[in-house]
Nanobody
Framework: QVQLVESGGGLVQPGGSLRLSCAAS????????MGWFRQAPGKQRELVAT???????YYVDSVKGRFTISRDSAKNTVYLQMNSLKPEDTAVYYC??????????WGQGTQVTVSS
């Protein structure tokens, strides 16, 4: 059974930083393409960033230059470093493995609120 557990969300002022973590089990999952999505109130869930098995990354335009996705295989964890946060980054952030043996898995989400 695949488990993705997010942590690191919270309340931060505009311009601040947060680092989200996604701990994955079993350990083999971390080698697959993994991504971060977010969903703001009243909006559809949107893709934020992905990292593939070769550590190539993708970012949605709105976060380029501010967010960094990375992977630590020794800790079975994917990170999302978020800098220069804006109020419009406020959302629930979800970790996702889109295709592990034919199935997509999601974490439970972690709330990020950017407000003064």
């Amino acid at each position: 059974q695949v488990q993705l557990v997010e942590s690191g969300g919270g309340l931060v002022q505009p311009g601040g930083s947060l680092r989200l973590s996604c701990a994955a089990s079993p350990s083999i999952v971390i080698r697959y393409v993994m991504g971060w999505f977010r969903q703001a109130p009243g909006k559809q869930r949107e893709l934020v960033a992905t990292i593939d098995s070769g550590d190539s990354t993708y970012y949605v335009d709105s976060v380029k230059g501010r967010f960094t996705i990375s992977r630590d295989s020794a800790k079975n964890t994917v990170y999302l470093q978020m800098n220069s946060l804006k109020p419009e980054d406020t959302a629930v952030y979800y970790c996702n493995v889109p295709n592990y043996r034919g199935t997509s898995y999601w974490g439970q989400g972690t709330q990020v609120t950017v407000s003064s």
